[in-house]
Structure formats: structure tokens, C-alpha cells
């Protein structure tokens, strides 16, 4: 029944305006508020018309926050040109200045290295999981070990 009415009100009179379209192509939609034949209230509605319609190609943030906040609900009005600029030139420069604070970290650790001020991190990697007997102790491997051509089946059998 609801497919018949989503027809009805397509057909007569429920109609989407265009509040705007951002750098990917999607198409952003508002459908004000309405009262059916029934007279029933419809609240308004905001919709996105993506760019790549198939499921299966979207990724996460195919849709820029400032559309997101306002399709959210998050806030009344739709962002500008201006404001989708602001940002993202915002953002581009918040990831350049944390790149350059990272390379600045990496030489200054690089530096007190060498200077021995810092010791340098042990690495050391612990294998199998935690719960078992054997987890972080140094063993010789058991494995069998073949001579290629010369390896009989059933003439390597495992300890107990």
C-alpha cells in the first residue's frame, strides 16, 4: 500500500526542490512540508541524489560534512559555495601543517637518538596468543623438514 502512495503523491503534487549540488555531483533535495489528499501532515524532508547512484561504488565521505550536518538535520540552512571553499581550504591546510609537525617529530626523535638521550624502542614480538603456555618464550621450531625427493610419508612423527 505504501509503494501506491509514494506514486500518488509523486504524481500529484509532492514536488522536490533543488537546494544545491556539491564538487562530486550530488544533488541536494528538499520536500517541504504537506498535507496528502487524506489530510494527513507530511513533514519536510531533506534528500540526496548521489552521483554514482550504485550502492556497491559509494565510499565514506562521497558527501562533504557541511551536506551531511544539513541532511542530519544539524543545521537549518544549506552550506554556501563560499562556505564548502572555506572549509575544505581549511582542511587542507590543517593536514599540511600535521604533516609538517610529524616530519618535525621524526627528526627531533631521529636527533635525540643519536645524541643518546633517548634509548631506542625494543621491538620485540610475541608469537601465538596470550592464553597459551608457550606465549613469549623463545623456541626452536619443530617443524618437519622435508629433503625434498627423498621424504618418505609417515617417517617424521611430532613429539609428545
Do not use: C
Not at 76 to 83: D, G, N, T
Not at 118 to 128: D, I, L, M
Amino acid at each position: 500500500m505504501s509503494r501506491i502512495a509514494g506514486v500518488l503523491r509523486r504524481t500529484f503534487g509532492i514536488v522536490r526542490e533543488h537546494v544545491g549540488t556539491d564538487t562530486s555531483g550530488n544533488k541536494y533535495y528538499t520536500i517541504p512540508e504537506q498535507k496528502t489528499w487524506t489530510g494527513r501532515l507530511l513533514r519536510a524532508r531533506r534528500m540526496v541524489e548521489p552521483a554514482n547512484p550504485t550502492e556497491y561504488e559509494y565510499a565514506e565521505g562521497n558527501i562533504p560534512m557541511e551536506w551531511d550536518a544539513w541532511i542530519r538535520g544539524r543545521r537549518k540552512e544549506p552550506p554556501s559555495a563560499k562556505e564548502l571553499l572555506k572549509n575544505e581550504t581549511y582542511r587542507e591546510n590543517i593536514k599540511l601543517k600535521a604533516r609538517e609537525v610529524e616530519e618535525k617529530d621524526l627528526t627531533l626523535q631521529a636527533q635525540e637518538y643519536e645524541e643518546g638521550l633517548v634509548a631506542t624502542s625494543a621491538k620485540t614480538v610475541a608469537k601465538g596468543h596470550a592464553s597459551i603456555t608457550s606465549f613469549g618464550k623463545q623456541e626452536v621450531s619443530e617443524d618437519p623438514t622435508s629433503t625434498a625427493n627423498a621424504f618418505q610419508p609417515g617417517s617424521w612423527m611430532p613429539k609428545k
